[in-house]
């Protein structure tokens, strides 16, 4: 199936990254988000990074405006699906919320339209029940940040249609990126290794074996990892590694429960670097 326009919900740092990648294939993109000032931050976000792409001699400046054009944000989210090829929901988190977004997609999207989540570990042929046309629903797990990440993780529901998983997996490759496939599992492949190598870590740390910082140097320089453990939590946020290591105890065992130093840092608001501290503490940066 030949896509023309893409549709992201969401412009998050998930959203608005996949966004850039859209339009820097050449795809005409709809951002939808509910916030006017979310949307104004992403069209920042897109052209102070198409700005270092510039700077660092990967694109002219023609390309840049060019790309940037192609980003229309819509605060509709009719507006943004009617015309959609393919739509990429990125919003935070939570199922109930993104299952009402696959009704509200659903009900207005056109007919040939795949629908994918970015949902890094729900379930997603419990996402695609939420619609009429299951078949037509995938998961395409993008990583943070998306525009220099180079994996596409592609996740088939029970009742994903062969055509929505070539069709997923060529968009993936025209925006530069490599793509595994999995079947639907909690977690899939990723997220399910890095949160048993994060509860590791942390537990290393709660046991008084050595510090976060001498983890964190142990896994950058022993395993060649651009950040430690603890580090990429910081980075990716400590409520979001709480919630997907929940889900996963409820559903994969003991294995994946939290540890209780995360559990204490997301009581006391310390989310990372989204809120100045986490593990470690950013409020001089």
């Given at each position: ?15 608005n ?16 988000d ?31 405006a ?20 393919y ?20 009900a ?122 603890m ?13 997907a ?41």
């Amino acid at each position: 199936m030949e896509l023309k326009t893409i549709a992201v919900i969401g412009s998050g740092i998930m959203g608005n990254g996949i966004a850039q990648l859209a339009a820097s294939a050449g795809y005409r993109v709809n951002m939808h988000d509910t916030s006017p000032e979310a949307l104004d931050n992403a069209l920042r976000v897109i052209k102070d990074s198409l700005s270092r792409f510039v700077r660092k001699g990967k694109l002219s400046d023609t390309d840049a405006a060019q790309i940037a054009e192609r980003v229309n944000p819509d605060l509709e989210l009719r507006s943004a699906i009617r015309e959609a090829d393919y739509v990429i929901e990125a919003v935070p988190e939570d199922m109930d919320l993104k299952c009402r977004v696959f009704q509200e997609v659903d009900a207005a999207v056109p007919d040939h339209a795949i629908m994918a989540s970015n949902t890094s570990q729900y379930s997603i042929t419990q996402i695609a029940a939420a619609t009429k046309r299951p078949a037509q629903v995938i998961g395409a797990h993008f990583f943070n940040p998306p525009v220099l990440m180079g994996l596409v993780e592609v996740v088939r529901g029970l009742e994903t249609s062969e055509e929505t998983v070539a069709t997923t997996i060529d968009l993936a490759k025209r925006m530069g990126k490599e793509v595994v496939i999995c079947r639907d599992s909690q977690g899939f492949i990723t997220s399910r290794l890095i949160n048993l190598w994060c509860n590791e870590a942390e537990r290393i740390v709660e046991e008084g074996v050595a510090t976060a910082e001498d983890v964190d140097k142990a896994c950058r320089l022993a395993f060649n990892h651009p950040m430690g453990p603890m580090q990429i939590t910081d980075f990716s946020g400590l409520d979001t590694r709480l919630n997907a290591s929940l889900a996963m105890e409820a559903t994969l065992g003991e294995r994946f429960k939290p540890t209780q130093s995360l559990r204490r840092l997301v009581n006391a608001g310390h989310l990372g670097r989204k809120s100045g501290r986490g593990f470690y503490d950013y409020t001089g940066e």
